[in-house]
Every structure is written in structure tokens, then in C-alpha cells.
């Protein structure tokens, strides 16, 4: 087979055995590129796009990893009574009437009140939150004349 081409080849006259050596560095170039380099650089930018996911969700973990220590290193002092007491107190001095009280289980309560100005309810409950008292939920309905009654659950965090 190799005579035959090299019998073949040399019967060519110079440009076309030129032409031919020419053609066949080329086929030699493009199957290069197709079998090597193009696989390698599609692997490459597959490569750096999962990099750079990867960068990105590391970052995001850190910052919720950042956010639960800060959590952990500011969480409040125990409350040192029950928590409906506290509740009745912190309404008592925010100006707030409870219309009912009711405990929820070990770690929550139930509470209503009939009439507060949207504002300073919001202020009061942010307040509690900050000292660890969450909000479950929250029903406000409107009374018509610029006050609210709610119907809050609120639990002690962690719990």
C-alpha cells in the first residue's frame, strides 16, 4: 500500500506533488484542532465556568456562615420570667391594652389587642424582636379611625 502511494505520489508532476503535500499539512492542521485543541479549550472555559460558580457559592456560604455567628455571638440574654409576664409588662409600658393573653405551648403566646396607632404597635414589636421575642404571625385589621387591632403569636428565638 505504501509503494502503491509512493508510486502514486511520484508519477505526480512537481506542482501537483506540492499541491498534495500542501493539502496534506492542512488535513494534518485540521485534525489537530479538531481532536486536540478544541476539546482542550471547550474544557478549559468548562472548567473556569464551574470556577467561577464555585467562587460565587463559596462567597454566598461564607456570608451566611458570617451572619449565623453573628446571630450566635448577639443572642439576648434568657428572659428570666415566662414570657406571657413579659409580654403583659412591655404592653403595659408601651401604653398597650391587651384584650387577651393566651400561652401557646411552653415557648409561645397568643395575644390581641383591640386598638394601637400602626406605628408605635410596629416600633413596640420591632423592639421585642430585638430582644429575642419573634413574631410568628401578625393579623392587623383596620378600626377606621387611624388605630389597628392585632392578633399576634409571638415565641422566645431559638425555641
Known sequence: MIETAKTWFTSRSLREQRLVLVMLALLALTVLWA???????????SA?????????????????????KALERDRPAPLGAPLDTIIRDRANAAGFALANVSRVGDDGVQIGIASARPGALMAWIAGLEDDGILTDTLTLTD?????????????VRGS
Not at 481532536?35 to 472555559?45: E, K, N, Q, W
Not at 456560604?61 to 451572619?67: A, M, N, P, S
Not at 378600626?143 to 415565641?155: E, M
Request: aromatic residues 0%; charged residues 25%.
Open 48 to 68: 473556569r465556568t464551574r470556577h467561577d460558580a464555585a467562587v460565587v457559592l463559596l462567597a454566598e456560604t461564607e456570608g451566611r456562615v458570617h451572619d449565623i
Open 143 to 155: 378600626n377606621g379611625d387611624k388605630t389597628v387591632a392585632a392578633q399576634i403569636s409571638l415565641r
Open 35 to 45: 481532536a486536540i485543541i478544541l476539546p482542550v479549550t471547550d474544557g478549559l472555559s
